[in-house]
């Protein structure tokens, strides 16, 4: 069960992202965040920053057109 939830249906390319960033800035380290999003591109986005940010990519899971990704922020 994540911290938190974000919805990011229906944005596409940066906004997921900057949502994310946002939410993650908001949040302390260890904690956990869920991200639902529609846009195919933001697989590769969330995978890049993670990477970028130091945040760990939990989970990146795909359903019905639906990507769910879970991110623990780094501390």
């Not at 195919?40 to 639906?66: H, M, R």
């Amino acid at each position: 069960m994540a911290d938190k939830e974000l919805d990011a249906r229906g944005l596409n390319c940066p906004l997921p992202i900057l949502r994310a960033k946002k939410t993650l800035n908001e949040m302390t380290a260890g904690q956990t965040l869920k991200i639902i999003a529609t846009d195919p591109g933001s697989v590769k986005d969330f995978a890049a920053f993670a990477k970028q940010t130091g945040n760990e990519l939990l989970e990146s899971n795909e359903a019905a057109g639906e990507y769910t990704f879970l991110l623990k922020k780094a501390g």
